[in-house]
C-alpha cells in the first residue's frame, strides 16, 4: 500500500483538527448552540473552508466514527474464516479490549462523545446514513446480490444493538466490569442467532 503524500497527510490533519475542535464545543455548549461559524473562528479557517472539509454540521461529529464504515467488511474481505465467524471474533476482541465501538468502555471522554452522538435527534439521523454504508460495504464483500444485503443488514444490525445494550447500561453507572460478562455472552447469543439463520456464511 502506498503512503499518502504530503498533501493527503495535511487534509488529514485538517479533517482531524477541525472535527475535534466541534466536539469540543458541542460538548461544551450543545450541540444546537454552537454555529458552524463559531467553529470555523475557533478553528481559524473561513466557512466556505469549512464546508469544504464538512458538507453538513452533523459530519463534524460522524468523522469519529466514519473509519467504521467498513469496518465488517475489511474483517471478511482479511480473514480467511467464514464471515460470521470473523466478525463474531472481532467483536469478542473488541469487548477483550474495551474498544469504544462495542459499547463496553468507561472512559467519561467516549461516554460523553456517545451521550452527544445518541441524544441528539440531528445527530441520530445522520448516524443512520453510516449505518446503511455499513450494510453496502459489507454487503458488496458478501456477494452484493439481495442475499448478501439481507445478511448485511441482519448482521450490523446485531452489532449495533449488542453495542448499545452496552454503553446503555454503562451510561446508567454500571462499571465495564460488571458489563463484561454479559457483553461477552450477548454476542455469543447475537452471533450464534445469525449463524442459525444465515448458515451459508458460517
Known amino acids: 500500500m502506498t503512503a ?14 477541525v472535527s475535534e475542535i466541534a466536539v469540543r464545543l458541542f ?3 450543545g450541540f444546537d448552540a454552537v454555529s458552524v461559524a463559531e467553529i470555523a473562528a475557533a478553528a481559524e479557517i ?9 458538507p453538513a454540521k452533523e459530519d463534524l461529529v460522524l468523522h469519529r466514527i466514519a473509519d467504521h464504515e467498513d469496518e465488517a467488511a475489511r474483517v471478511v474481505s482479511q480473514s480467511d474464516e467464514a464471515p460470521l465467524v470473523a466478525l463474531r471474533r472481532h467483536f ?6 474495551k474498544d469504544p465501538v462495542t459499547g463496553l ?4 471522554d467516549v461516554l460523553a462523545f456517545h ?3 445518541y441524544g441528539t435527534p440531528a445527530l ?27 445478511a448485511a443488514g441482519q448482521i450490523i444490525a446485531v452489532r449495533r444493538i449488542l453495542a448499545m445494550e452496552n454503553w446503555g447500561r454503562i451510561a446508567k453507572g454500571e462499571s465495564v466490569e460488571d ?6 455472552a450477548a454476542a455469543e447469543r447475537g452471533f450464534g442467532v445469525l449463524a442459525d439463520g444465515l448458515p451459508w456464511l458460517a
Not at 125 to 150: I, K, N, S, T
Open 92 to 97: 469478542l476482541d473488541g469487548l477483550e479490549r
Open 105 to 108: 468502555n468507561d472512559h467519561p
Open 115 to 117: 451521550s452527544l452522538l
Open 179 to 184: 458489563v463484561r460478562g454479559d457483553a461477552v
Open 46 to 54: 473561513s466557512k466556505p473552508t469549512l464546508f469544504r472539509y464538512f
Open 4 to 17: 499518502p503524500g504530503l498533501r493527503e497527510r495535511k487534509k488529514q490533519r485538517m479533517y482531524e483538527t
Open 27 to 29: 460538548l461544551e455548549k
Open 124 to 150: 441520530v439521523a445522520r448516524a443512520h446514513g453510516h449505518l446503511e454504508r455499513q450494510e453496502a460495504a459489507l454487503a458488496e464483500v458478501l456477494g452484493g446480490d439481495l442475499d448478501a444485503r439481507l
